[in-house]
Nanobody
Framework: QVQLVESGGGLVQPGGSLRLSCVGS????????MSWHRQAPGKERELVAT????????NYADSIKGRFTISRDNAKKTVYLQMSSLKPEDTAVYYC???????????WGQGTQVTISS
C-alpha cells in the first residue's frame, strides 16, 4: 500500500520558519521525483518545489525562491521542505507528491496545514 505522510505544519508568525517532512512507503522512493505543492483557500493547487530522484537537481517557484529549500534522504524515504522568512501569503495546505515516468505513477499525501499569522 502506497503512502505519503506529511508532518511539520502549524501556526507560525510572519518571518518565522518551519520544516515540513514527507515519509513515503509502499514504493521505491529513490526512483521517484518528489515535489511539494500547496493550495490556499479559493485558489488552485500550485507547485512549490521539485527534487530529482538522486537529489542532484531542484527547482522552485518564483514566489518562494530563496526562502524555501527542498531536500531528500532516500535512506529514510523522506523529503523535506525547509521554509523560512514565512509570509501570510504562504498560508496553505502543503502536499507532497511522488512521481515517476515511463510508466507514469503519481502519488499524493494527505496534506499538512501551514498558517502564517500574527
Amino acid at each position: 500500500q502506497v503512502q505519503l505522510v506529511e508532518s511539520g505544519g502549524g501556526l507560525v508568525q510572519p518571518g518565522g520558519s518551519l520544516r515540513l517532512s514527507c515519509v513515503g512507503s509502499g514504493f521505491t522512493f529513490s526512483s521517484y521525483a518528489m515535489s511539494w505543492h500547496r493550495q490556499a483557500p479559493g485558489k488552485e493547487r500550485e507547485l512549490v518545489a521539485t527534487i530529482r530522484p538522486t537529489g542532484a537537481s531542484t527547482n522552485y517557484a518564483d514566489s518562494i525562491k530563496g526562502r524555501f529549500t527542498i531536500s531528500r534522504d532516500n535512506a529514510k524515504k523522506t523529503v523535506y521542505l525547509q521554509m523560512s522568512s514565512l509570509k501570510p501569503e504562504d498560508t496553505a495546505v502543503y502536499y507532497c507528491r511522488a512521481q515517476r515516468l515511463n510508466p507514469l505513477y503519481t502519488y499524493w499525501g494527505q496534506g499538512t496545514q501551514v498558517t502564517i499569522s500574527s
